[in-house]
């Protein structure tokens, strides 16, 4: 068995990129940030050229964050639970291909700017205003386990942009808001305090960034590393901004929030 395996990096800066090999000692339990991290202490490429330590992101080291997205072999994922000798078992080949995501503006190497996604959250209102220490009025009603359950699985949404990567109508000429967002409207309405904005969140989702320009692809909910419902999220708010454009064209009240 070969010892040892080869890193097949795309890096550079935005118009400056080029492939650089480098070439590690497998290890069982390595993972991509381990053997970046070895890149890191010394930047030794495979020609025998000492070269600048390859930048990239990363937080946790448990898939929480969201950080080190990166493309691992073309696929968007998280590189801090991406096993090296996992890969070379699936593959038979001892080179691992990482690449920066394409969606989002390339800083330097693996490292991209993830703003626009966190812009989409402040445009769906993306948090509770009522804190719980003001009086609305009305007391909310208790949460089913069945609803804590969905929202919990909504609220591990990482911002880790890899739905947004593997989306085909995220790209440059479009100004779709992208899975997440479309999610997180789902995950904020289903609080009984956060749907006293409801209609503020599907007003966003009805907006030329919205819902209309998802073409339910589905690559979405195949790559997120925290297997949540997106498709199913995106069918749910697209059947509530129906029903608020009917309200909207009939200038009809808001519906009423169920108790």
């Given at each position: 068995?070969?010892?040892?395996?080869?890193?097949?990096?795309?890096?550079?800066?935005?118009?400056?990129?080029?492939?650089?090999?480098?070439?590690?000692?497998?290890?069982?339990?390595?993972?991509?940030?381990?053997?970046?991290?070895?890149?890191?202490?010394?930047?030794?490429?495979?020609?025998?050229?000492?070269?600048?330590?390859?930048?990239?992101?990363?937080?946790?080291?448990?898939?929480?964050?969201?950080?080190?997205?990166?493309?691992?072999?073309?696929?968007?994922?998280?590189?801090?639970?991406?096993?090296?000798?996992?890969?070379?078992?699936?593959?038979?080949?001892?080179?691992?291909?990482?690449?920066?995501?394409?969606?989002?503006?390339?800083?330097?190497?693996?490292?991209?700017?993830?703003?626009?996604?966190?812009?989409?959250?402040?445009?769906?209102?993306?948090?509770?205003?009522?804190?719980?220490?003001?009086?609305?009025?009305?007391?909310?009603?208790?949460?089913?386990?069945?609803?804590?359950?969905?929202?919990?699985?909504?609220?591990?949404?990482?911002?880790?942009?890899?739905?947004?990567?593997?989306?085909?109508?995220?790209?440059?000429?479009?100004?779709?808001?992208?899975?997440?967002?479309?999610?997180?409207?789902?995950?904020?309405?289903?609080?009984?305090?956060?749907?006293?904005?409801?209609?503020?969140?599907?007003?966003?989702?009805?907006?030329?960034?919205?819902?209309?320009?998802c073409g339910n692809a589905q690559n979405c909910a195949r790559v997120c590393p925290k297997n949540i419902p997106l498709?199913?999220?995106?069918?749910?708010?697209?059947?509530?901004?129906?029903?608020?454009?009917?309200?909207?064209?009939?200038?009809?009240?808001?519906?009423?929030?169920?108790?």
């Open positions: 068995m070969d010892n040892t395996f080869t890193l097949r990096i795309y890096r550079g800066v935005p118009g400056l990129q080029y492939w650089e090999e480098f070439e590690l000692q497998r290890n069982p339990h390595a993972n991509i940030i381990s053997a970046l991290m070895e890149v890191q202490k010394n930047p030794l490429n495979k020609q025998g050229q000492m070269t600048t330590p390859v930048a990239w992101e990363h937080g946790c080291l448990e898939e929480v964050c969201g950080s080190c997205s990166m493309l691992v072999n073309g696929t968007p994922r998280q590189a801090c639970t991406a096993l090296i000798e996992a890969y070379i078992q699936q593959t038979g080949s001892t080179t691992i291909v990482l690449a920066p995501l394409t969606k989002f503006p390339l800083i330097r190497d693996l490292v991209v700017d993830r703003t626009s996604m966190f812009e989409s959250l402040k445009k769906i209102h993306g948090w509770i205003s009522v804190d719980g220490t003001q009086d609305t009025g009305q007391f909310a009603p208790p949460i089913s386990p069945e609803v804590q359950e969905a929202m919990y699985t909504l609220s591990t949404c990482m911002t880790c942009g890899c739905c947004a990567e593997a989306c085909p109508q995220v790209h440059a000429k479009s100004k779709f808001m992208g899975p997440a967002a479309m999610s997180q409207i789902r995950y904020f309405n289903s609080n009984p305090t956060g749907k006293l904005e409801k209609s503020e969140r599907i007003k966003a989702a009805l907006s030329d960034e919205g819902i209309a320009n498709t199913e999220s995106i069918a749910l708010i697209g059947r509530e901004a129906s029903k608020q454009a009917i309200r909207d064209l009939l200038s009809l009240p808001d519906a009423p929030e169920t108790k």
